[in-house]
Nanobody, 114 residues
Framework: QVQVVESGGGLVQPGGSLRLSCAAS????????AGWYRQAPGKERELVAR????????NYADSVKGRFTISRDNAKNTVYLQMNSLKPEDTAVYYC???????WGQGTQVTVSS
């Protein structure tokens, strides 16, 4: 079954950190570029970070540059998002994806609040 499963979200105080994981199954993730997206209540889903299939290039939304780092371990078929210096405005459901034939997963909730 072709799918991605996100994990690692939770409740964290402002300034805290979380590491999200995206585990792929049913396809070879390392053949494709991947991205992390987020959707806050009442807002459209937005791209947060992208990484090429080899991991050699990354890019980020301006709102997370310098705080978030996307990486991947192709041997584990997994993509990660390290989130530091979290802000309340980072609160959202976070999703990952790669090729268009992969359906969206359930996402993982990140809540930044004191």
């Amino acid at each position: 079954q072709v799918q991605v499963v996100e994990s690692g979200g939770g409740l964290v105080q402002p300034g805290g950190s979380l590491r999200l994981s995206c585990a792929a199954s049913g396809f070879t993730f390392g053949r494709y570029d991947a991205g992390w997206y987020r959707q806050a209540p009442g807002k459209e889903r937005e791209l947060v970070a992208r990484i090429t299939n080899t991991g050699s290039n990354t890019n980020y939304a301006d709102s997370v540059k310098g705080r978030f780092t996307i990486s991947r371990d192709n041997a584990k078929n997994t993509v990660y998002l390290q989130m530091n210096s979290l802000k309340p405005e980072d609160t959202a459901v976070y999703y990952c994806n790669g090729p268009t034939f992969v359906p969206w997963g359930q996402g993982t909730q990140v809540t930044v609040s004191s």
